[in-house]
């Protein structure tokens, strides 16, 4: 009933940029939650930021200063501006969201992207 799509993954040096998207779509009535999450092999999936309307965002410490998340609820959608890559930002990232698909009741159910790589390499 609710699909996101993340786009705008890829191979980048380090010291580079990306801008991951993605766009929410379906039987949606409200989304509260967006964000970005990370996971590169051997490791576990990690927050890197979340953003709520009316909240400031919220940053995973190894993200701070470099990575910038924003949405537009217009759009339904969320966006990942990546700054100053380092390999360690390497993995394959993953949109999540909260949303209710309903008024009554008003539930908001966790939704996941299938992903999208990024790698940091020279």
């Known amino acids: 009933q609710v699909q996101l799509v993340e786009s705008g993954g890829g191979l980048v040096q380090p010291g580079g940029s990306l801008r991951l998207s993605c766009a929410a779509s379906g039987s949606i009535f409200s989304i509260n939650t967006m964000g970005w999450y990370r996971q590169a092999p051997g490791k576990q999936r990690e927050l890197v930021a979340t953003?709520?309307?009316?909240?400031?965002?919220r940053y995973a410490d190894s993200v701070k200063g470099r990575f910038t998340i924003s949405r537009d609820n217009a759009k339904n959608t969320v966006y990942l501006q990546m700054n100053s890559l380092k390999p360690e930002d390497t993995a394959v990232y993953y949109c999540?969201?909260?949303?209710?698909?309903?008024?009554?009741?008003?539930?908001?159910?966790?939704?996941w992207g299938q992903g999208t790589q990024v790698t940091v390499s020279s």
């Open positions: 999540n969201a909260g949303v209710a698909i309903a008024t009554t009741p008003l539930v908001y159910y966790n939704y």
């Open positions: 953003i709520t309307s009316g909240v400031s965002p």
